[in-house]
């Protein structure tokens, strides 16, 4: 079994109907073991086996469920081939990449072009494809990106929404104002016969040529049984302007211009709900367009600028202050501060130098750079960043399986209420007139003198294009593109929309120590020195210069601590010579021609050196949960120098808002009890976990998950702390820069501070509010206004102008997210 997953995106959904029958169909397609489908986001992550299913059989269920994938042409040149078997060979190893359907390689003119389905493949999985088979992909100067192509399709689709709503208002507007004289004045101009072929004739161009693709996709869904909102529309309006050309033959009126108000009221419907959803996945746009299109680099000798997509790991980077690192990196050469609020959402700029990692897109401000390419295409940081929050917006939060039972039902249901009403108008007008002569008082578009077949058709009509699928599907993705979208912009990126609801549910948040509540790294905290050097002005200096030096021979964290924090106080270090390290006691070398011993009690009372005087002190670091040692110079002791791993500046501050937050604090770490006590103390948690091995940590989750309080929250690295985070209901994994442990947790914070972790709550709440509202505001809307469309209360036209408005609603009062702050209290109050 091969089991596989891929991102699939659908065109042609108008409604939350939609959403059910692709589902429906790709779950029929055998291996296919799962299917969520996104209508905001237009795309379907589905997960199968390779082995029975292939992307052509997902396709063509799409396609006979009356849907289309979208695909995409790309072209390119093919360097180093010389015969036909060069062409077969490449087309094959094309065609073997994720989402191509065809393959066609000219060898005439070095040319390939690829048929696929965008973003399954990218451009960089085409040219290792090509590399590994021994040819080179280069790129056209006058072809698109899948990106830019992309955009395009984007922006195409917003102008065709556009041009069809001004299309039917074109003609909408002028057939008001030729039926105001008989709707208000009353006055028949300028006859009957032809007041009405104008309406007709007026109604037309804006069904048939303005709207006919909604007649199309109400149609295609028809024919393959999967009626869906256009359904509904095209049947209200399509009743509607039936009646104009029967009001020629039967005594009925003539709602022809009704029909056209429908269908543009419709269409606006449709653009400014096209504009919001775009508004609300605009956040993978943005991060599309942060990443650098060119780059400066070295080979042979020379400094070349070539397109960022032809960078290669092992490449030499040239980056000049001001401009952006074209990928992930390490740095060769120069210092610099970097701006990487894109990938942390932290304002300050970071300083590098050589050794350190650099994140792709990001800022290079004040100094050169040379950096070494480690990460390209897929690989990189930001490729990451747009995988996953393109993996929460297809996900759905539990909460809308009711909405998702609902909707799979719901445009069959409406169609048999239509019906329904239409007859209970036509055989029960008695009962229902008296309800609707008590609204006409307050009404002014109820008329008690039409005769029952109109009322009927009045009311099957509403009732039509009254019910909104659209709302209860976009409830859920909008909010969760939002959401993940301000995620992604912070630093906090969430995994699915499982863990938006589950954040709401947590009452205990169990912390790892170890580069979670502390920095992770030793250091110096206390300089205590003895006797005559404690007299010195710059003794707590010369101590920590005596005991540095010798410890440059160490590879001991404690040593390299020493040594950092030496040169952090930007002391000169003399040389070491006679290096000797003693296993789990200390080190001795000369400095200066001097014998320097750094290390244990034991260590110094082992070569002849008192330690009584320094006894106390020592006591009372180890009880601050420090480690202490000793330094000797020459056989005199000179005094002690403490290690710790502190804990981080927002630690406390973090911890206290989650307690106000409602949140029930636990340290969970392998560390001794005393120190553990110790850092909880310091940081405010209560209940201490300790002495616990990585192996273990895992079932001491399930012991606090067993408690039945509430569900568990898990903070730790996401590399050793990956079992538990895994078996928390939530875990959250904090990262730094390119180590970011994407895979181990359901939150991921880009950041080493704690203040994402208070973020990610006030996130998840904020958009789990959110899809709450949407949903309860789609099901509200239905439940109240069917019921009066179906009294005959409410007149065809503005049922219709309100069926846009909750759909345009829902997804407006989704991007009112943006306006929510996640900043932690205490990093507010600063300001």
């Not at 030729?178 to 009957?192: R, T």
């Not at 800022?363 to 996953?388: M, S, W």
Request: glycine share 8%.
């Amino acid at each position: 079994m091969s089991v596989e997953q891929i991102q699939l995106p659908i065109g042609g959904m108008t409604c939350a109907s939609c959403v059910h029958h692709v589902r429906q169909a790709l779950l029929k397609v055998p291996g296919v073991s799962d299917a969520a489908v996104n209508l905001a986001g237009e795309r379907a992550a589905i997960r199968f086996d390779g082995e029975q299913a292939t992307l052509n059989d997902l396709i063509a269920a799409v396609r006979a469920a009356g849907y289309h994938v979208p695909e995409q042409r790309l072209q390119f040149e093919v360097n180093g081939m010389h015969c036909a078997s060069c062409v077969a060979r490449v087309e094959k190893a094309l065609r073997q990449l994720p989402g191509v359907l065809e393959a066609q390689v000219n060898l005439a003119t070095a040319r390939a072009g690829v048929r696929h389905v965008p973003g399954l493949a990218q451009v960089d999985d085409f040219r290792r494809a090509l590399r590994e088979i021994g040819f080179q992909y280069r790129a056209l100067d006058d072809s698109p990106t899948i990106d830019q192509e992309a955009e395009t399709r984007e922006a195409l689709a917003h102008r065709q929404a556009l041009h069809a709503m001004l299309l039917a208002w074109a003609f909408t507007l002028p057939l008001i104002l030729w039926m105001i004289p008989d709707m208000v004045f009353g006055i028949v101009w300028p006859s009957m016969t032809v007041m009405h072929l104008g309406m007709i004739l007026l109604a037309v161009p804006v069904l048939f040529w303005a709207g006919r693709k909604t007649f199309m996709a109400a149609w295609r869904s028809a024919r393959h049984g999967a009626p869906n909102m256009d359904t509904l529309i095209a049947l209200g309006a399509g009743a509607s302007f039936i009646t104009g050309p029967a009001h020629f033959l039967l005594h009925v009126p003539n709602y022809a211009g009704i029909a056209a108000m429908i269908m543009a009221f419709h269409l606006t419907g449709r653009y400014v709900e096209a504009r919001a959803k775009g508004r609300a996945s605009q956040a993978i746009r943005k991060l599309l367009e942060l990443g650098a299109k060119s780059a400066r680099v070295r080979r042979d000798g020379e400094e070349l600028e070539i397109p960022v997509a032809e960078v290669v790991p092992g490449d030499q980077m040239v980056v000049r202050p001001g401009e952006q690192i074209p990928t992930d990196g390490r740095v060769l050469e120069g210092q610099s501060a970097v701006d990487e609020s894109m990938a942390t959402g932290e304002s300050m700029p970071v300083n590098r130098g050589p050794g350190d990692n650099v994140i792709g897109a990001t800022i290079n401000q004040d100094g050169l750079l040379v950096v070494e390419a480690t990460r390209v295409g897929k690989d990189t940081f930001l490729a990451q960043v747009i995988r996953l929050v393109e993996q929460a917006q297809t996900t759905k939060v539990p909460i809308q399986a009711f909405a998702d039972r609902v909707t799979a039902v719901f445009v069959p249901i409406i169609v048999v209420l239509a019906v329904l009403t239409f007859a209970a108008w036509l055989i029960f007008p008695g009962f229902l007139q008296p309800l609707l002569a008590w609204s006409g008082a307050f009404l002014p578009w109820v008329n008690l003198h039409l005769n029952s077949f109109t009322l009927a058709l009045i009311a099957a009509v509403s009732v039509l294009v009254i019910a909104c699928p659209c709302a209860l599907g976009l409830a859920t993705p909008t909010a969760l593109m939002v959401g993940s979208g301000i995620g992604a912009e912070n630093g906090i990126l969430i995994r699915s929309g499982e863990a938006i609801q589950a954040m709401r549910d947590v009452r205990m948040v169990v912390f790892d120590k170890t580069g979670t509540l502390t920095r992770g790294l030793p250091e110096v905290t206390d300089l205590l020195p003895i006797g005559d050097l404690a007299q010195e002005p710059d003794g707590e200096t010369a101590l920590l210069r005596w005991a540095a030096a010798v410890e440059q021979g160490s590879e001991h964290p404690l040593g390299k601590a020493l040594v950092r924090g030496a040169r952090e106080r930007n002391l000169t270090l003399a040389a070491v010579a006679e290096f000797a390290a003693v296993r789990g006691q200390g080190v001795r070398g000369r400095v200066e021609s001097r014998t320097v011993l750094v290390g244990r009690r034991a260590f110094l009372n082992q070569n002849g050196i008192a330690t009584d005087q320094a006894e106390d002190r020592m006591q009372r670091l180890e009880n601050d949960g420090k480690t202490a040692m000793l330094v000797a110079v020459d056989g005199d002791l000179l005094g002690l120098v403490a290690l710790a791993d502190t804990l981080k500046p927002e630690a406390v501050a973090a911890v206290r808002e989650l307690k106000e937050l409602g949140l029930e604090t636990i340290m969970l770490t392998g560390d001794n009890r005393r120190t553990a006590r110790t850092i909880a103390a310091q940081v405010g948690i209560d209940q201490v976990l300790a002495e616990v091995l990585p192996e273990d940590k895992l079932n001491q989750i399930k012991q606090l998950q067993a408690r039945g309080s509430g569900l568990v929250a898990m903070v730790g690295d996401g590399i050793n702390d990956a079992p538990a985070l895994t078996q928390a209901d939530v875990g959250i994994a904090i990262g730094t820069g390119t180590d970011i442990a994407i895979e181990a947790a359901d939150i991921t914070l880009v950041r080493g501070d704690l203040d994402g972790v208070i973020g990610a709550f006030k996130l998840s709440r904020a958009t789990y509010r959110k899809v709450v509202q949407g949903l309860f505001w789609a099901f509200f809307y239905n439940i109240v206004m069917i019921p009066l469309a179906i009294a005959g209360m409410l007149h065809p036209v503005l049922a219709e102008i309100a069926m846009a408005t909750s759909s345009v609603s829902v997804v407006a009062n989704a991007n009112l997210l943006r306006r929510v702050s996640i900043r932690p209290a205490y990093r507010l109050s600063k300001k």
